[in-house]
């Protein structure tokens, strides 16, 4: 499949297979949707990954959405290493962590955040919080959103309009999931269902701000109000909260996120991946009134003993600092020349597709001939997943890494100068050529 040299990262795949389920900490860097050999990384700089064989490719995985500013920024490597010299994790509070959560109250519109390690920690807490603080059980989430791996949110994808959840991992109980209420994105009606059966005892409705992860689709406009803004009101109308997940969106898609292109917001928001510049770091946040339902102060118990981490604050408060309106404009214009180059290609020889975006944040979908949008998650799953892989290897054999799957963002970053991005434009008609399949 491809013609660069993979001998080292098929060694330490087989080795990784040995002692680690599948031979990744996280399940798409496998591979598995495409085929071939997972690329086993050895450095990054930029816009760049270096693999074990000595294999440079333009990076539009970007660790899945963290890097805004590019690889092994000379400026958040100095923070880092500023921030380790001082010891590593105290367990006890510090004056970073007020800084990153006053950057983040700064750009949004939450007015406290709680600080954790990772975006599931992020929206598990805030489903909790959600809960304790409207004494309800019930929880909707939409098809094709994904929120981490928590348990109750791991329902499965297809199971149509306001279907009550079923576990789609072995190992998540039916108890677990019998709380959450499945609804179809952009479909109001479905929501509106889920509503008149369970609405006195519905605690939150969880939506990503924008989706990101069955391909990017935008909340959808009708009679002029957005989906998002729909979703706050219906739960209002009810008495549950509306949580808005900004994991992905947060401080990319603008310098607010999806809020400052929509100016739609959650009772509760979550954030991850960039505010942690690279290290684990996200939060949850939301009106004063609700976060103070957080243990020390109330009753909602959440904790994490690296919650907060020194290095990590300096890392996320660093990229924000940086992440400038000029920062973003650049990635804005990158953004929109990718996304007439990927049309021009795929028109050129004929691959079907549908290219959607959210400010800078774009995908690709492989939909059948005669497709003009892709609203939800049934629309994403009509995917030609082999035109997919047979693109994606084009792009990889010619030196560019895309993220391995059909329903992933493109992640772009401020490093993605002209000569990064020429070479993924000489990339683009051979890998549009090989999915003409
Ligand atoms: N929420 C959204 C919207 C995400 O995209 C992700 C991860 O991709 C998560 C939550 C989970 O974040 P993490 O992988 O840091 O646990």
């Known amino acids: 499949m491809s013609s660069l040299p993979t001998e080292q990262s098929e060694a330490l795949y087989q080795r990784a297979k040995r002692v680690i389920p599948g031979g990744v900490s ?30 440079e490719y333009v990076d539009l995985v970007g660790s899945w959405g963290p890097m805004l500013l590019g690889h ?32 983040i109250i700064d750009r949004t ?3 406290q955040v709680r600080l954790v390690n990772s975006g599931t920690e992020a929206t598990m807490s805030a489903l909790r919080l959600a809960r304790g603080y409207t004494g309800r059980d019930k929880v909707i989430k939409f098809e094709g959103c994904y929120h981490g791996h928590v348990d109750s949110l791991l329902v499965a994808a297809g199971s ?38 369970h609405g006195n005892n519905i605690a939150c409705i969880i939506a990503e701000a924008a ?13 002029g109000e957005n989906f998002t803004a729909f979703l706050s009101r219906i739960a209002h109308e009810h008495g549950a909260l509306l949580i808005t997940d900004e994991v992905m969106t947060g401080f990319r898609v603008s310098r607010s996120g999806q809020w400052g292109l929509d100016g739609q917001h959650g009772d509760l928001m979550t954030f991850g991946k960039v505010m ?29 003993t690296l919650s907060g981490n020194p290095v990590a604050t300096a890392a996320g408060s660093t990229t924000l600092r940086l992440a400038t309106e ?62 997919f892989a047979a693109f994606f290897h084009g792009l990889l054999a010619n030196g560019v ?3 391995p799957s059909c329903y992933e963002a493109w992640f772009l970053s401020a490093a993605h100068d002209d000569a990064a991005l020429d070479r993924i434009f000489d990339a683009l008609p051979k890998a549009a050529a090989a999915a003409r399949l």
């Open 26 to 55: 996280s399940p798409v860097r496998a591979f598995r949707a495409v085929g071939g050999t997972p690329r086993f990384i050895r450095s990054a700089r930029g816009a760049y990954v270096t693999d074990v064989d000595g294999n």
């Open 72 to 103: 092994a920024h000379p400026e958040v490597l100095d923070a880092v290493a500023r921030a380790a010299q001082h010891g590593t994790s105290f367990g006890a509070p510090t004056e970073a962590e007020i800084d990153l959560a006053e950057m």
């Open 109 to 111: 519109p939450v007015e």
């Open 160 to 197: 149509g309009a306001a279907t009550m959840g079923h576990p789609s991992s072995p190992g998540v109980t039916q108890a677990t999931t019998a709380d959450t209420i499945v609804c179809t994105y952009n479909d109001r009606e479905s929501v509106r269902q889920a509503f008149r059966g």
């Open 211 to 223: 989706a990101g992860n069955m391909g990017v689709v935008p909340p959808a406009e009708e009679d």
């Open 276 to 304: 942690g510049g690279g290290f684990p770091a996200a939060a949850f946040g939301g009106r004063s009134e609700i976060m103070q339902q957080l243990s020390p102060v109330g009753p909602v118990y959440q904790a994490g």
């Open 326 to 387: 000029e920062v973003y404009a650049q990635i804005d214009r990158s953004s929109e020349l990718l996304r007439a180059e990927i049309g021009k290609a795929l028109d050129a020889f004929q691959v079907p597709h549908v290219i959607q975006h959210t400010g800078n944040l774009f995908s690709g979908f492989f939909t059948p001939e005669g497709t003009t949008e892709v609203p939800d998650w049934k629309a994403a799953a009509t995917q030609r997943e082999d035109v």
């Open 401 to 403: 890494y895309l993220g």
